[in-house]
């Protein structure tokens, strides 16, 4: 048997970790944010493409640029993170497979031949990392606050205006606000999602 994380690295990452609707004023050091980022890359994507793009928002200035593009009910939330991720995807992902993928050359073509396989590739594979991000800061003592309620096209007009990149969802990070946190909702059981066959 392999190594495994002990129940309290469960925990953290998994079984009492929870998505903060509150943060308290604590900052998160930039040398933090790039451990988190140096962590989640090692997360496996197809043919080790990592199509994920990322914008750390721990500025006001960043947080007023990023304030009209975000839904009435994550409003306050995201303003009161210390940040907030912006995970998108890159579109052409494909150009940086000669460096991250060398044993196969012809591995880019792959892909500039299908702009739909392009697209869905970016799009699976940037949203796996994005969740590799929301374990990562939880593995390194932060919480994590994933949203999807913004509206992409203003977020991309903001931050990605040339189109290349395109936002997939918002993430807020820091060190939540126990107090703020809803009773956890139910999960399926394995008998309801889950098949062995």
């Known amino acids: 048997m392999r190594d495994t994380l002990d129940s309290a690295g469960q925990d953290l990452i998994f079984r009492k970790a929870r998505t903060q609707n509150g943060w308290k004023p604590e900052k998160v050091a930039e040398a933090l944010m790039r451990e988190i980022y140096d962590l989640m890359k090692m997360g496996p994507t197809s043919a080790n493409s990592s199509p994920a793009r990322f914008i750390f928002i721990a500025s006001k200035a960043g947080k ?40 196969a050359p012809g591995m880019k073509n792959y892909f500039t031949s299908s702009e739909a396989m392009a697209q869905e590739t970016a799009f699976r594979n940037g949203t796996l990392q994005g969740a590799y991000l929301i374990i990562a800061a939880r593995a390194l003592g932060l919480d994590a606050g994933p949203m999807s309620g913004f509206d992409p096209a203003k977020v991309n007009a903001a931050f990605w205006p040339d189109g290349r990149v395109k936002a997939n969802f918002l993430c807020n990070i820091g060190i939540g606000d126990e107090s703020k946190l809803f009773d956890r909702s139910p999960r399926l059981s394995f008998e309801k999602a889950c098949q062995i066959i």
């Open 64 to 103: 007023e640029k990023l304030k009209p593009a975000v839904a009435e009910g994550n409003l306050a939330k995201t303003m009161e993170a210390p940040v907030t991720v912006i995970i998108g995807y890159d579109t052409q992902f494909y150009e940086y497979l000669p460096e991250l993928f060398p044993h």
